[in-house]
């Protein structure tokens, strides 16, 4: 089932009710098991330490967050796109951060987030990108039934809730 919405850039992360509003996404995508850096539970602080981050990132101005609304204005979901800003990288970027509401999951919101965002990298004149999944996590065949070649493997990247090594996949997308 594909639910509606709507996609927006957004360029700087000054509004309150959306700065609460992603710090309970990355809560619930942590707290639900996903690789995105953090152990679950996910502690208030990392939650504002993450998306400062990402508001600097934004303020640079090579780095642009899209995020996906249902029809009733609920956040459904976002994704991140990290620009090369080194001469010889001018035409890549790396996607980052695909985070959907667990309760908004398998409605169409993750597919139409990456195509929103490949739609962004070629308005910014990328044509390759990248991006990186746990291995054995859902991310692993999602990026591969929407057009994403695995580049490889590597062992041991990250370190899980678990306490064990875990290896991470490499895609990359030409546009």
């Not at 139409?112 to 990186?132: H, K, P, W």
């Amino acid at each position: 089932m594909t639910i509606p919405l709507a996609i927006t850039d957004i360029p700087a992360l000054n509004d309150h009710r959306l700065r609460a509003e992603l710090e309970a996404l990355l809560e619930d995508a942590v707290n639900s098991g996903a690789s995105v850096g953090y152990h679950a539970p996910l502690e208030p602080h990392w939650k504002q330490a993450f998306w400062n981050g990402v508001a600097a990132q934004l303020s640079g101005g090579a780095h642009r967050l899209l995020i996906a609304r249902g029809p009733d204005g609920d956040l459904l979901g976002s994704v991140q796109l990290a620009l090369c800003t080194k001469p010889n990288g001018a035409h890549r970027a790396e996607v980052q951060k695909l985070l959907v509401f667990t309760r908004h999951r398998r409605n169409g919101v993750a597919r139409r987030l990456m195509a929103a965002v490949e739609d962004t990298a070629r308005g910014l004149g990328r044509s390759l990108l990248v991006l990186d999944t746990l291995k054995g996590d859902s991310g692993e065949p999602f990026y591969e039934a929407t057009g994403w070649r695995r580049a490889g493997l590597i062992p041991g990247y990250t370190v899980e809730a678990d306490g064990a090594f875990h290896d991470t996949v490499l895609f990359y997308k030409t546009l």
